[in-house]
């Protein structure tokens, strides 16, 4: 089974924190108005909640996911018709290429040893003219966060995705000040967030889950980074 405590690696809406949720929640919505084409791919789709989300008539939705019991868990829950999730690895898609018309991976790339194979891929399984829409946190200081093994500034994470694909949009979601973001990424006020008292002014701060273009000068900063691209 899934773990029945969150750790903050997989998202499990009726075990993750609110705030939690919310994000995960707006990036579905926010996607689900943006997807071109009739044949979607959901990668890392957890446990397909999120392809719950994303249903629209006449559209195919697959959902792969590295985890067995998380997609065992979604086949049992969530899918609907026209829909389908099977176990893979995000660095080697097992799909044919030009298969898609959207591909879309929430939180995903920051997980992989090698996040170039995901765009690679991402890439020969879209077809000519697809669509991704793909989201990452941004990097806030030197230690990771315990389930990452990479994470990237905005302007690395733009660089990254043009490599190999025509950047339409670069959106943020939560946006903090500056001054507050980069207080709350020291090693040591990071530790002190398990306090609740730390914890519940961070939340405060942690501004709204809406996405939004980023703003012309740097005074605040997006927890997290949108971006829409473009397989030309």
């Known amino acids: 089974m899934v773990n029945s405590e969150y750790t903050g690696e997989r998202w499990i809406p009726e075990l993750a924190p609110e705030n939690v949720s919310r994000d995960h929640l707006t990036r579905y919505r926010y996607a689900k108005k943006r997807i ?29 996911d590295s985890s067995w019991e998380a997609v065992k868990l979604g086949r049992d829950r969530y899918l609907s018709e026209r829909q389908s999730m099977i176990q893979a690895d995000a660095h080697s898609l097992p799909f044919q290429s030009d298969t898609f018309s959207t591909v879309i991976s929430f939180e995903t790339i920051e997980h ?91 939340r405060r701060l942690y501004g709204r889950d809406a996405i939004s273009p980023l703003p012309r000068f740097p005074f605040c900063i997006p927890n997290f980074i949108v971006v829409i691209a473009r397989k030309e």
């Open 112 to 202: 992989l040893r090698q996040p170039d194979y995901l765009l690679k891929e991402i890439r020969r399984t879209l077809i000519r003219g697809g669509r991704l829409i793909i989201s990452t946190p941004v990097r806030k200081q030197r230690q990771l966060d315990q389930f990452h093994l990479r994470e990237f500034t905005v302007p690395e994470f733009i660089r990254l995705v043009s490599k190999y694909f025509a950047v339409e949009e670069v959106k943020g979601q939560r946006l903090m000040l500056a001054p507050w973001f980069w207080f709350f990424s020291l090693p040591w006020v990071d530790r002190l967030k398990r306090a609740s008292m730390i914890k519940n002014l961070f």
């Open 36 to 64: 071109v084409g009739d044949c979607v791919l959901d990668v890392a789709c957890g446990v397909g909640f999120g392809m719950k989300i994303l249903s629209l008539p006449g559209k195919k939705i697959v959902g792969i």
